[in-house]
């Protein structure tokens, strides 16, 4: 199974949110778990976008993971004030995706 393509990130108080519909997310998760090198995939929501603005050590975690996908409406809102071309499709929480990447792992 060959990656997808590389989406397009957005950006909010100096953090990059990568543009990711859900199964655009599941299936980096599965290409990510196949190969042999390391990466990180990583949420934030309005908590970690706070510590991201007060520890830059977080915020440069953040933009350093491989994905950092957006957990969360006010983060989404966030997006969307600041000028960012994303939509509902774009946020996602674990509970919304994590059965089916179970079923199919």
């Known amino acids: 199974m060959t990656l997808p393509a590389h989406t397009d990130s957005a950006e909010l108080l100096g953090v990059r949110v990568s543009r990711l519909n859900q199964e655009e997310l599941l299936s980096r998760i599965l290409c990510y778990g196949r190969s ?7 949420h ?4 970690g976008m ?15 993971a491989d994905e950092v996908f957006c957990d969360g409406f ?14 509902a499709e774009h946020r996602s ?8 990447l179970a079923m199919r792992c």
Do not use: S, Y
Not at 36 to 42: G, H, L, P, S, T
Not at 50 to 64: G, H, T, V
Not at 74 to 87: C, S, T
Not at 93 to 100: F, G, K, R, S
């Open 93 to 100: 929480t674990c509970p919304d995706w994590l059965e089916e």
């Open 44 to 47: 934030v929501n309005v908590h």
């Open 50 to 64: 706070n510590i991201a603005c007060e520890q830059p050590w977080f915020r440069k975690f953040l933009n350093e």
């Open 74 to 87: 006010g983060v989404l809102l966030g997006l969307m004030l600041a000028g960012e071309k994303v939509h």
């Open 36 to 42: 042999k090198a390391r990466r990180v995939i990583a």
